[in-house]
């Protein structure tokens, strides 16, 4: 049954081919090897275990390998759960293209690199706008595909930029509403927040990300953000106070010290970006889970969100 991941259901069978995302092998409690995989196509991701596994299989079956999988869905811990039967790799004769199993934004990614510009195009302070156009520029050809997670939010091609685009629409509106914020300071933390996502995560061109670079895991983006500010700032003599703003916003925009930030926003544009921030994440993981869920019924649970099921109500209310 040719289904995409969107459409799966308990007790289905599938038969499909699926780009992997993450591959490991595992153990289970009677310490038989596995394969747990992440499979992914256009619609969505699913997980996926092989059982009974070779040497062979564990060489092959790995991160970005297309492969061709039968199988049954089932439940495992509240979410769907493809058992795979058979499995093999795709071949030239398959006739298909792997872009077809990677999940992107909903926009294309120039547009959205021409709609973050034109904010930087906007603002008045010739320092910020100078800042903030050179790590713009520095990352042009990688924001093209790159994710803004490895799972989670925004983890699909062209997500940075898609997440930068709806927070800066929505951080315009709230600008309008609170007059004394500084818009270009928190254009320009808006647009920054996240860019060292491109250094902290390994991504193919494809915009499929499964794992996190060496200098991601031991410093993570936050702080690879305020190194790369305070480089750039020096390089084209950007005033001091300036670069401190907006290293503060970056180094305290996760908020908490256990999720990455040291400091808590102390300018209201600090206060707002993290705000933001929460927001575009959150309503995307809704919206995502939502469209996988059929009316009058719960949502599977959402991890970023604490666990919580998501009711879909009647179309039309």
């Not at 685009?165 to 647009?191: H, P, S, W």
Request: hydrophobic residues 35%; negative net charge; glycine residues 6%.
């Amino acid at each position: 049954m040719k289904k995409t991941i969107i459409e799966f259901n308990n007790g289905d069978n599938i038969e499909n081919f699926f780009l992997v995302k993450q591959a490991s092998v595992r153990r289970s409690n009677n310490n038989k090897k596995y394969m747990d995989f992440t499979l992914m196509d256009k619609s969505g991701e699913i997980n996926a275990k092989l059982w009974d596994i070779t040497e062979k299989d564990e060489l092959q079956y790995i991160n970005n390998t297309l492969i061709k999988v039968r199988g049954s869905v089932s439940i495992w811990q509240g979410k769907l759960q493809l058992k795979i039967n058979k499995i093999r790799l795709y071949i030239e004769s398959d006739n298909i293209d792997i872009k077809d199993y990677v999940q992107t934004a909903p926009e294309e990614s120039i547009d959205m690199f021409n709609c973050i510009s034109s904010y930087i195009e906007k603002m008045k302070n010739q320092d910020i706008k100078k800042l903030t156009n050179r790590i713009l520029s520095d990352n042009k050809d990688k924001l093209m595909f790159y994710p803004a997670a490895t799972k989670n939010h925004h983890s699909i091609a062209g997500g940075l930029l898609y997440h930068t685009k709806t927070m800066l629409l929505l951080g315009e509106q709230v600008c309008n509403i609170y007059t004394f914020l500084n818009r270009d300071l928190l254009y320009a933390g808006v647009i920054l927040h996240d860019m060292s996502k491109i250094q902290e995560i390994d991504a193919t061109d494809l915009g499929v990300a499964s794992e996190y670079t060496t200098e991601g895991q031991l410093l993570g983006h936050i702080i690879m953000g305020i190194k790369n500010i305070d480089r750039v700032a020096r390089e084209e003599g950007i005033d001091a106070e300036i670069s401190m703003l907006l290293q503060h916003m970056v180094l305290s925009h996760h908020y908490e010290p256990e999720f990455g930030s040291p400091k808590k926003p102390q300018i209201p544009e600090g206060e707002i970006l993290h705000m933001l921030d929460i927001i575009d994440a959150r309503m995307y993981d809704m919206n995502k889970a939502l469209s996988n869920t059929k009316e009058m019924e719960f949502s599977e649970k959402i991890w970023s969100l604490d666990n919580r099921k998501i009711y879909k109500y009647t179309d039309g209310i």
